[in-house]
């Protein structure tokens, strides 16, 4: 059975992400405490299901400690994988403060102070991250700050569709004027290269369009550039994978997250595309994936 958690901080696009999960055809189940999640697999398994996604956060608290050995106990029979979503705090706190929900454990105790004490949403916010905390190493990473929600949906559906085998290296591309993705294991920074912004033709065009593609593709610096990143991911990258990591996240930073980001991001899965399983997305970019008038929340 193919299993998939999801997982990470509250009000980052947990319900987005199993909605998206539930359209693909899993069997999805909302805030299942952990210590039953073997008992549902195989009660499903029984029954003919072959897919199952579960949500799980802060609400289960009191077995999130259980979650590590759960996991690996799960992966020796059935194909599990972890999606964990991340925002920054600021971003949470304009979710939450736009939805006027209140946080999971906002009207929890903090662990040294005494029964009653209500945190604040930012300590509460805080709190979930060091709960949370131990499960993100088991599983691909997607910071939702400034995503939309048919943006993360599009994510969700490329992480689903993508075959397991070994370590997947991810590139991502972004602008600075943003802020650094919370998901990246690397960030490069392409600022210092050549900007066709500048060139009026090629402002409204991304680095996926040809004249762009031409414009960069001819630029010593900017092959130089692409040279030592590609240099240094392949040397490392065998390490990675002898150290069982499921994922590894590379980001590629320009200022707008829209030509050179994106021309480098998308050059440098095609040359390791067949030394390990890749993905590319793109921030910042208008893309062909829909915007929808709100982010996520």
């Given at each position: 059975m193919r299993i998939i958690l999801i997982t990470g901080i509250s009000g980052s696009g947990k319900s987005v992400a199993l909605n998206a999960v539930e359209d693909a055809g899993y069997y999805c189940v909302d805030n299942l405490p952990p210590r039953f999640l073997p008992q549902l697999a195989t009660y499903l398994g029984e029954h003919g299901h072959e897919r199952l996604a579960v949500a799980i956060d802060a609400r289960s608290s009191a077995s999130l400690d259980e979650m590590p050995e759960m996991i690996r106990d799960l992966a020796r029979e059935h194909d599990v994988r972890v999606l964990f979503l991340n925002a920054s705090t600021q971003s949470l706190i304009q979710r939450f403060s736009e939805t006027r929900r209140r946080h999971p454990l906002s009207g929890s105790p903090s662990h040294d102070a005494d029964v009653g004490v209500l945190r604040s949403l930012e300590e509460a916010i805080e709190n979930e991250r060091?709960?949370?905390?131990?499960?993100?190493?088991?599983?691909?990473?997607?910071?939702?700050?400034?995503?939309?929600?048919?943006?993360?949906?599009?994510?969700?559906?490329?992480f689903i569709e993508q075959e397991r085998a070994g370590l997947t290296l991810m590139f991502e591309s972004f602008g600075f004027k943003r802020g650094v993705p919370l998901d990246a294991d690397f960030v490069f920074d392409v600022r210092t290269l050549p900007n066709p912004y500048y060139d009026r033709e090629l402002r409204p065009l991304t680095g996926l369009d040809k004249p762009v593609i031409d414009f960069l593709g001819a630029?010593?610096?900017?092959?130089?550039?692409?040279?030592?990143?590609?240099?240094?991911?392949?040397?490392?990258l065998p390490h990675f994978r002898d150290d069982n990591r499921s994922y590894l996240t590379v980001a590629i930073g320009?200022?707008?997250?829209?030509?050179?980001?994106?021309?480098?991001?998308?050059?440098?899965?095609?040359?390791?595309?067949?030394e390990s399983n890749v993905i590319v997305r793109h921030r910042d970019a208008p893309l062909d994936v829909g915007e929808s008038s709100k982010l996520v929340a």
């Open positions: 060091e709960l949370v905390a131990n499960l993100a190493e088991f599983g691909h990473q997607i910071d939702t700050s400034n995503l939309r929600a048919n943006v993360l949906r599009a994510w969700v559906k490329r630029l010593p610096v900017v092959t130089q550039m692409i040279d030592d990143i590609h240099g240094f991911i392949a040397k490392w320009c200022t707008g997250g829209q030509h050179r980001s994106v021309f480098i991001a998308e050059t440098l899965a095609a040359r390791l595309s067949g």
